[in-house]
């Protein structure tokens, strides 16, 4: 078991970003994750102008993987999301968030956790720890990525199935692919819509290994039942047409048919859901049921 | 128990659009729905080209509910929609759906369906029956409503939710609500990504009831375990502020808090889902537990 420690973090998700730690293909690792706001907050008197801007989007890492090269995949395996805190930070910003012209107070609320659920307004919500930002370098085209944006890369996906149980396929696209993460929501619904989950700092635990030479233009999430296609993009139009664009052509070459007869299919069966609207790029993800098609299906197809 | 033949259809929900049939409060009305292209396509060699486009997306109806006023909701107790076709339809269209671009060819694909389930690419997909279009008169400012189209009043709004045992609660803008319904669709994912789901003729049995005094802006839909508030609007963003926007203002009501804590609340538990991206207005639902908030609950709050 290997550990990365907290305080190695980036704000950005950069081509040549320098590994703090180098590992085998395979290898379980354990990262020390931040909240978004690095800590800073931990009370309902905190004011967020006050905070130092520099110090938000942490991600924890990065970590060099043998054997990981431009046109494989890196999987990661989420084998726990431990949040080991008694609280977790909220906020709501004017101007942010899904309703944001409705705003009239900035507030922030930090929320107790008793015995696996957050109490809040009187309710006893249950925990559902989940990766807020996940990812490794990005090409040289597509440039440095901050820590607070999503793209092909991974980065700031906000999709509460990125969680225990789940596996990560990421694009590499530099030697090692460079895997950072941080951002742990303890419950998020799907659009974040006032622009912050229950923010906590967590231990994550992942299996790292390679897929060697399978292409995608997108992260992928395989669930226990489901095989997901992330996608951001400016609008939630875009990143739709992305992301189903992406599983019709899969789906095309698994069952050997018309691309046009795949969208059909796609239509019938594949959900396309909202992760979160609150982002400088919007995030969505067309969900394909492995009774329709097996993640190994669909990862083959890549290849 | 009511019928409503399926030759009695409008193509426009029409603030003074004249009743087939008046019912009264509570009473069961069962509906002949036909599919969305009135039954014009039957095979894969039809060419909607050349079918007689006055005639899409029929809804049957309108029903006169007896004591419903502008300023209740339509109580729509879903109890039936039963598919009694063999086959159902679905196409693509060059410029049409969410991946508009990439479509080459014009394509009809007359489905089979065999002991509940579509049979298609040698899948076999089981059949979940729902209705596309399902609505009432709007106001007078808002004008007659094309039956292709969602808004405030219903209508096209292909949420897949809207299926037997769910309750669909539809603002009443005229006197006697004037419903109708149609386009069932035997099976359809979130988004609606190729632009039809499997389009079926249906018998559809639904109660009709009145809630007085109950002002939404929006459809709300209850299902066993949510209360959706179901917007439509040009873009997934806008759709998505105006959905959130009545839940959270309902969330507060509901737990007596500020309306930025509620705010706080629905993003943590509130999911904003896609109902559809391929018809003149985008469909989105913002979706309550009934463990935050009974459906009953939220209702009052709109007294």
Redesign the interface.
């Known amino acids: 078991m290997k550990f990365v420690e907290g305080k190695h973090v980036v704000y950005s998700f950069a081509p040549d970003m320098q590994a703090v730690l180098t590992v085998d293909d395979g290898d379980i690792v354990v990262f020390g994750s931040n909240d978004c706001f690095f800590q800073q907050v931990q009370s309902n008197n905190d004011v967020l102008d006050r905070i130092d801007h520099e110090r938000l989007n942490p991600a924890t890492g990065p970590v060099f993987v043998k054997g990981a090269k431009p046109g494989d995949l890196l999987k990661v395996d989420i084998m726990a999301i431990d949040v080991l805190v008694d609280q977790g930070v909220?906020?709501?910003v004017a101007g942010e968030?899904?309703?944001k012209?409705?705003?009239?107070?900035n507030?922030v609320?930090v929320i107790p956790i008793v015995d696996g659920a957050?109490e809040?307004?009187?309710?006893r919500?249950p925990l559902k720890p989940m990766i807020g930002v996940i990812g490794v370098a990005p090409s040289d085209a597509d440039g440095p990525c901050p820590t607070n944006t999503p793209y092909k890369h991974g980065g700031n996906m906000d999709t509460h199935d990125i969680r225990k149980g789940s596996t990560l396929y990421l694009p590499v696209r530099q030697e090692g692919a460079l895997f950072a993460l941080g951002d742990c929501h303890a419950?998020?619904?799907?659009?974040?819509?006032?622009?912050?989950?229950?923010e906590v700092p967590a231990q994550v635990t992942v299996r790292l290994s390679v897929v060697k030479d399978t292409v995608s233009n997108w992260p992928i999430l395989e669930t226990e039942t489901e095989t997901m296609i992330i996608a951001s993009a400016p609008?939630?139009?875009e990143a739709?047409?992305k992301s189903?664009?992406q599983a019709?052509g899969a789906l095309a070459k698994v069952?050997n048919?018309?691309?046009?007869?795949a969208?059909?299919?796609?239509?019938?069966?594949?959900?396309?859901?909202?992760s979160q609207?609150v982002d400088p790029l919007?995030t969505?993800r067309?969900v394909v049921p492995k009774t329709?098609a097996t993640t190994e299906q669909i990862l083959n197809a890549l290849k």
């Open positions: 909220t906020a709501v968030g899904s309703v012209d409705e705003v009239e107070h507030i609320r957050a809040y307004l009187g309710l919500i419950i998020m619904g799907d659009g974040e819509a006032c622009f912050t989950g229950l609008t939630l139009e739709t047409q189903v664009s019709v069952l048919c018309m691309w046009e007869e969208y059909i299919l796609a239509s019938l069966v594949v959900d396309v859901r909202i609207v919007m969505v067309a329709i």
